[in-house]
Nanobody, 124 residues
Framework: QVQLVESGGGLVQAGGSLRLSCAASGRTFSRYGMAWFRQAPGKEREFVGFIRWSGGSAYYADSVKGRFTISRDNAKNTVYLQMNSLKPEDTAIYYC?????????????????WGQGTQVTVSS
């Protein structure tokens, strides 16, 4: 059974930083792509970024490009989302997701496994 567990959310002032973690367990993820999504109240789930376990550059939504960075630690089976220069509009529940996705896909339906989410709140 695949498990994804996010951590690291919290309350931060605008301009601040947070680092989210997504610990994966239950299978070998070398064929998987990992993505971060977020969902604000009353809005649809929104793609944030993507990285492959096997290597290569990360891919980002335009709304976070230059402020957010995705990285991975294969030895720890953990993916990170470093968020800098946070804005109030970044406030959302952040989810990590995994799927057999060889290239970046922005639609949630491409991903088979999801974490429980972690709340990020950015105050103005």
């Amino acid at each position: 059974q695949v498990q994804l567990v996010e951590s690291g959310g919290g309350l931060v002032q605008a301009g601040g930083s947070l680092r989210l973690s997504c610990a994966a367990s239950g299978r070998t993820f070398s064929r998987y792509g990992m993505a971060w999504f977020r969902q604000a109240p009353g809005k649809e789930r929104e793609f944030v970024g993507f990285i492959r376990w096997s290597g290569g550059s990360a891919y980002y939504a335009d709304s976070v490009k230059g402020r957010f960075t995705i990285s991975r630690d294969n030895a720890k089976n953990t993916v990170y989302l470093q968020m800098n220069s946070l804005k109030p509009e970044d406030t959302a529940i952040y989810y990590c997701a995994a799927g057999v996705v060889p290239s970046p896909k922005t639609g949630p339906a491409y991903y088979d496994y999801w974490g429980q989410g972690t709340q990020v709140t950015v105050s103005s």
